[in-house]
């Protein structure tokens, strides 16, 4: 079974704002207050500006939307995700901007590499945006629902 992500991760309220700005992304809502965007095709396409500089780090990341999450920062936390896996076998990648810099990362999981003992990069990326380990749940990727869709598109649907 595979599982795919590529979004923008944060508070609801700032993932509101953003969406605001940027009608085409859409917002939806995860567990302890936080949300994410999908990063569907539409969205990358409005989001890159070719030719500027592209996030070292990342497999997907819009041309010039570094300086856009650097904006979005200065309202709060906001982290940029990507994974991909299939089998139980796959790579991670997260970063957080606050206050118009990247405060945590970019970091990265690759395929074979164990897990850091401090949680994959988008569970510390979410521990980051204050997400926590409650109720049972594995990692703070368990906690905030990241698991129950598979692919980033199925996020529109839901």
Excluded: C
Aim: net charge negative.
């Amino acid at each position: 079974m595979s599982y795919e992500l590529n979004a923008l991760l944060a508070t609801a309220e700032l993932l509101d704002v953003v969406a605001a700005e940027v009608p085409v992304a859409q917002v939806a809502r995860l567990a302890q207050g936080l949300a994410l965007i999908p990063m569907t095709e539409r969205l990358h396409a409005v989001l890159d500006v070719p030719g500027d500089r592209v996030e070292p780090g990342f497999t997907r990341f819009p041309a010039g939307f570094g300086r856009r999450l650097e904006a979005w920062s200065q309202a709060g936390p906001i982290a940029y995700a990507e994974a991909d896996y299939f089998g139980g076998s796959g790579t991670q990648r997260a970063a957080v901007w606050v206050h118009g810099r990247i405060e945590l990362g970019p970091l990265r999981k690759e395929e074979g590499e164990p897990l850091p003992a401090e949680g994959s990069p988008i569970s510390q990326a979410l521990r980051r945006l204050g997400a926590a380990v409650e109720g049972g749940s594995f990692d703070e990727f368990d906690a905030v629902g990241l698991g129950r869709r598979r692919r980033s598109a199925d996020w529109l649907r839901a």
